[in-house]
Nanobody, 125 residues
Framework: QVQLVESGGGLVQSGGSLSLSCAAS????????MSWYRQAPGEQRELVAI????????YADSVKGRFTISRDNANKNTVYLQMNSLKREDTAVYYC??????????????????WGQGTQVTVSS
């Protein structure tokens, strides 16, 4: 079982900045990638940014140049999302996701995704 604990978020004015963090804990073999998704009211959940175990990063076009995903150097199981130049359209619930390899009791390995509880980000004009 893997737990993802998110923190950060809140209310900020347009043009402002916020930082989110997500810490993964539990029993697993490895973390393949960690990512941030967001879901606005009435919209589908969308990928915002992802960082792989090798350090490769990907960003949605809508946040490129404004958002930065990173990992804690000391604890690779913690990921951050620095959000700058926030816009009203960035308002959403932000979810952390971890792509994890776990080992079964029979010593088989398989990948599974886990979600955090979500944190609200509201950008006001």
């Amino acid at each position: 079982q893997v737990q993802l604990v998110e923190s950060g978020g809140g209310l900020v004015q347009s043009g402002g900045s916020l930082s989110l963090s997500c810490a993964a804990s539990g029993t697993f073999f490895s973390i393949n990638a960690m990512s941030w998704y967001r879901q606005a009211p009435g919209e589908q959940r969308e990928l915002v940014a992802i960082i792989t175990s090798g350090g490769s990063m990907y960003y949605a076009d809508s946040v490129k140049g404004r958002f930065t995903i990173s990992r804690d150097n000391a604890n690779k199981n913690t990921v951050y999302l620095q959000m700058n130049s926030l816009k009203r359209e960035d308002t959403a619930v932000y979810y952390c996701n971890a792509d994890v390899t776990v080992t079964s009791p029979t010593n088989n390995k398989y990948r599974i995704g886990y979600w955090g509880q979500g944190t609200q980000v509201t950008v006001s004009s």
